[in-house]
């Protein structure tokens, strides 16, 4: 079955220290991959998406996510947090004809 | 910015009872979609929505649900008689709609339901 796995339900970081959130895909699904970040009552917004090429991509808000097809992996990385960068942070593959497979979300809690 | 809208923000209901969902999708999108989130669980697919027909249903969009688009704006997602298992965060979708796999799907903020 086609499934994406973030490894950390909970990040915890300090203010301008590096970070990384994880996440694996299943070889089954098809290789277009999403970050989404969801603010405290708000909706999900896209971050980035690999679709083909280079396999660093690029976001907003200072994000990049690095496509590792050896070891079916997608992660999330930011060179130094903000305060406002706190959220949940959703990885997703888009399988079957247009669906979204996510994962089940990893809190960032970026503390002063 | 164009932005996807849900109302309302929270539900509460009765077992039992039926409750409606409202989205107004992009003004521009041809594709519409809800998913739901169990509390503490993965974000889920329902179902998709193109050209007034549904395109693809999971195994949880059992003949309890239903979806429709009633006019030009607006995108309704109908529980008939709701259970307590249906209690979770309701998230509308639309996609302008070119590519199928690769065109980016932009959210709503959701409906919490709960069903006591």
């Known amino acids: 079955a086609q499934s994406v796995t973030q490894l950390d339900s909970q990040v915890p970081v300090f203010e301008e220290a590096p970070v990384e959130l994880r996440c694996n895909y299943s070889s089954s699904v098809s290789v277009y991959l999403f970050w989404y970040v969801q603010y405290p009552n708000q909706g999900l917004q896209l971050l980035l998406k690999y679709l083909s090429g280079s396999t660093l991509v690029k976001g907003i808000n200072g994000f990049e996510a690095e496509f590792n097809k050896s070891q079916t992996s997608f992660h999330l990385r930011k060179p130094s947090v903000h305060i406002s960068d706190t959220a949940e942070y959703f990885c997703?593959?888009?399988?079957?004809?247009?669906?979204?497979?996510f994962g089940a979300g990893t809190r960032l809690a970026v503390h002063p | 910015e164009p932005e996807v809208t849900q109302t309302p923000s929270h539900q509460v209901t009765q077992m039992g009872q039926e409750v409606i969902l409202r989205c107004v999708p992009i003004?521009?999108?041809?594709?519409f979609y809800w998913y739901r989130q169990i509390l503490g669980q993965k974000v889920e697919f329902l179902v998709s929505f193109y050209n007034n027909e549904i395109s693809e249903k999971s195994e949880i969009f059992d003949d309890q649900f239903s979806v429709e688009r009633p006019d030009g704006s607006n995108f309704t997602l109908k529980i008939r008689s709701t259970k307590l298992e249906d209690s979770a965060m309701y998230f509308c979708?639309?996609?302008?709609?070119?590519?199928?796999?690769?065109?980016?799907?932009?959210f709503g903020p959701g409906t919490r339901l709960l069903v006591l």
């Open positions: 997703a593959a888009s399988g079957g004809y247009n669906k979204l497979i």
């Open positions: 979708a639309s996609r302008s709609g070119s590519a199928a796999k690769t065109e980016t799907q932009y």
């Open positions: 003004s521009n999108h041809l594709y």
